[in-house]
């Protein structure tokens, strides 16, 4: 079956996360993605946390799935007249070196558009025009500058860091977005343009409903905060711990076995629609003819004894029975999964979104496919390429190089 991007060439020139994690779900969607490497090093997360010594690392892995491999240096003459080949033959371009690095390449924006005028250029950075936008940026400093540490952590303590990789992958996810409205926006106009997604734009944009709750303080403390209705607030959005932070109520319950189990816990939404039944469940019947708790707005002030109780029931089941009580009267409800259980999840094996890969220096291992599904365009994870595995089929194919051109190429380190 054709794919959805099949046709589409992607010159792929990211590295670590974010602008990998772009690229690999355009190959997913069928795109022919082509990524430049730096001769004899390539991707430097390649070698980094590596669990296997000289095998290329699950960090690289798992982000690099369904690409061909090339390697090239763009600031050798004939690296500059391969890589501007390349532009001639891609429709996409992708980049998130540091900023001012791709110029000092010698291929700025400018220079890609006369090369190739319906060239989709995308480029993700730290941040946008601005004061900081020479900066180099990490995972955890888009965190930081795009609203959500400020907003993460337990309630009275630091901010707090979140292992969701929103700064890194939730970029890559977003220029996806935009690459693909470019290219649909082609299809009108025959012209190329420039996409650029800055990661603290993008984090912010996940932190959408923290920027909502900055400005309804001004109209009074957040009443879905109730533990800081006698604390005060000092002036911005406080850090939520586990409260669920929208319009209803919901916090984390231990679950029988607790003590030693790091992950014996389920998260309980405790929805009005919901109340009585659970209200029943867990022995507190009279709560439901009680003014002081049969109304959303009575109980927000005692959020926390409510919870306790509702906690009490939670620690006499195991996480797994507390959800399958639940379920069934529509309490909305998840269980904390770890990594390894969700690893071992027979159903997300069957739907593609947890995979096994077979790879000629590791062996098996297991990623994350693609969780947006098609259902004209089924994606087949294959495995991350070996550094340069596909340079001498490309310099052919598309750069026209016979094998005298590419052994000189190879001489001079050009590639
Ligand atoms: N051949 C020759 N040189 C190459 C090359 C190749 N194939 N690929 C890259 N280089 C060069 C670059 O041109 C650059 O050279 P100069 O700085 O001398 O001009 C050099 O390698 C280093 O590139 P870099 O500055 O992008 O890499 P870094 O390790 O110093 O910084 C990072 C990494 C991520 C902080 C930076 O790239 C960045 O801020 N990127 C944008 C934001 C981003 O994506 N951050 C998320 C990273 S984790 O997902």
Redesign the pocket.
């Known amino acids: 079956m054709e794919k959805a991007l099949e046709g589409i060439r992607i010159l792929d020139?990211t590295?670590?996360?974010?602008?990998p994690a772009c690229t690999q779900l355009l190959a997913w969607f069928g795109a022919d993605v082509i990524k430049?490497?730096?001769p004899g090093e390539g991707d430097?997360t390649r070698s980094q946390l590596r669990d296997i010594p000289d095998a290329d690392s699950l960090y690289f892995t798992m982000l690099n799935s369904n690409k061909r491999s090339i390697t090239?240096?763009?600031?050798t003459p004939e690296g500059k007249r391969i890589l501007t080949k390349l532009i001639e033959m891609c429709d996409v371009m992708v980049e998130?070196?540091?900023?001012g690095?791709i110029e000092?390449?010698g291929f700025p924006w400018e220079t890609i558009q006369q090369i190739n005028p319906r060239m989709i250029y995308a480029s993700?950075?730290?941040f946008g025009p601005g004061p900081y936008e020479d900066c180099?940026?990490?995972?955890n400093v888009a965190q930081c500058c795009g609203g959500a540490a400020s907003t993460t952590g337990e309630l009275h303590g630091a901010p707090m860091m979140s292992g969701a990789q929103i700064g890194?992958s939730g970029t890559g996810i977003h220029l996806v977005a935009g690459i693909l409205a470019a290219l649909l926006q082609r299809e009108k106009t025959g012209r190329g343009q420039r996409v650029t997604c800055a990661?603290q734009d993008a984090v912010l944009n996940l932190c959408r409903v923290k920027l909502r709750d900055q400005q309804r303080l001004a109209h009074g403390p957040l009443k879905e905060y109730p533990q800081y209705l006698n604390g005060g607030f000092n002036g911005s959005v406080p850090r939520a711990g586990n409260a669920s932070g929208g319009g209803h109520p919901g916090w984390l319950m231990r679950c029988k076995g607790w003590e030693t189990d790091q992950d014996a816990y389920i998260y309980v939404v405790a929805q009005s629609q919901a109340f009585a039944a659970l209200a029943k469940l867990i022995g507190h019947e009279d709560w439901l003819a009680d003014p002081e708790y049969n109304t959303p707005e009575a109980r927000l002030n005692k959020l926390d004894k409510v919870f306790a109780e509702i906690e009490k029931w939670t620690m006499t089941m195991t996480k797994m029975e507390v959800m399958a009580t639940l379920n069934p009267l529509n309490v909305p409800c998840g269980p904390i999964l770890s990594m390894k259980e969700i690893a071992q999840e027979p159903a997300l094996r069957k739907t593609g979104t947890v995979v096994e890969v077979a790879h000629p220096e590791r062996g098996k291992y297991l990623t994350v496919g693609n969780p947006i599904k098609l259902s004209d365009s089924p994606v087949e994870v294959r495995r991350s390429p070996l550094l340069g595995e596909h340079t001498e089929e490309i310099l052919r194919n598309l750069v026209g190089m016979n094998e005298n051109d590419i052994h000189a190429a190879r001489q001079q380190g050009v590639i």
Do not use: C, T, W
């Not at 590295?15 to 602008?19: F, T």
């Not at 090239?72 to 600031?75: D, G, I, R, S, V």
């Not at 998130?96 to 900023?99: G, R, T, Y």
């Not at 180099?136 to 995972?139: F, G, L, P």
């Open positions: 020139m590295h670590v996360q974010s602008g430049i490497e730096r430097p090239l240096n763009p600031k998130n070196f540091a900023p690095a000092r390449m993700l950075k730290g180099k940026v990490y995972e890194d990661m």
